[in-house]
């Protein structure tokens, strides 16, 4: 895009976000199985896994990217605007996480209302739960964050 579009693009910071984002995004990774382990082994209903998974990989986000801002010196420090916007962000990060819970079909099947949509069964191709497990993070995010752009007022969120 810079060299054909717009040559006012700084790499050195579209690069120091995309390692800022990636950090915040291997935590809410890492702690994914834990939590869904954790949830899943307490014999709760398909719900209480969807919502816990959401909190919990939205905070593991949210502190990736608040340690960040610590760590990483090209980042700037936190302060309560950029608070917002990490929690915003946090936030569809988290729904993203918490639809991916409804690709596993195997866990209350019967509760599992994602089934249909996202839901990998033992018999579908390869490529085929690449793509659903792929489309469920997608999903998740675009639906909260499209929640959470008719609900806050504009310049309330991160990508305003």
Same mark, same amino acid.
């Given at each position: 895009?810079?060299?054909? =579009?717009?040559?006012?693009?700084?790499?050195?910071?579209?690069?120091?976000?995309?390692?800022?984002?990636?950090?915040?995004?291997?935590?809410?990774?890492?702690?994914?199985?834990?939590?869904? $382990?954790?949830?899943?082994?307490? $014999?709760?209903?398909? $719900? @209480?896994?969807?919502?816990? /998974?959401?909190?919990?990989?939205? =905070?593991?986000?949210? /502190?990736?990217?608040?340690?960040?801002?610590?760590?990483?010196?090209?980042?700037? $420090?936190?302060?309560?605007?950029?608070?917002? !916007?990490?929690?915003?962000?946090?936030?569809?990060?988290?729904?993203? %996480?918490?639809?991916?819970?409804? @690709?596993? %079909? #195997?866990?209350?099947?019967?509760?599992?209302? &994602?089934?249909?949509?996202?839901?990998?069964?033992? !018999?579908?191709?390869?490529? /085929?739960?690449?793509?659903?497990?792929?489309?469920? @993070? #997608? &999903?998740?995010? #675009? =639906? @909260?964050?499209?929640?959470? !752009?008719? %609900?806050?007022?504009?310049?309330?969120?991160?990508?305003?």
């Amino acid at each position: 895009k810079k060299a054909t =579009v717009d040559p006012e693009i700084d790499m050195g910071e579209t690069i120091g976000s995309g390692v800022w984002l990636a950090s915040a995004a291997f935590c809410s990774g890492f702690a994914w199985q834990p939590i869904v $382990n954790f949830w899943q082994g307490m $014999n709760v209903d398909f $719900n @209480t896994v969807f919502l816990g /998974t959401w909190a919990g990989c939205g =905070v593991a986000f949210y /502190t990736g990217l608040r340690a960040g801002r610590v760590v990483m010196p090209w980042m700037p $420090n936190g302060d309560y605007r950029n608070l917002k !916007n990490d929690a915003s962000l946090s936030a569809a990060i988290g729904g993203a %996480t918490a639809v991916f819970v409804g @690709t596993d %079909t #195997a866990y209350n099947p019967d509760q599992n209302w &994602l089934k249909g949509v996202v839901g990998i069964e033992d !018999n579908d191709a390869d490529l /085929t739960g690449m793509i659903k497990a792929g489309s469920s @993070t #997608a &999903l998740g995010f #675009a =639906v @909260t964050q499209s929640v959470l !752009n008719v %609900t806050y007022p504009a310049g309330k969120l991160w990508n305003d």
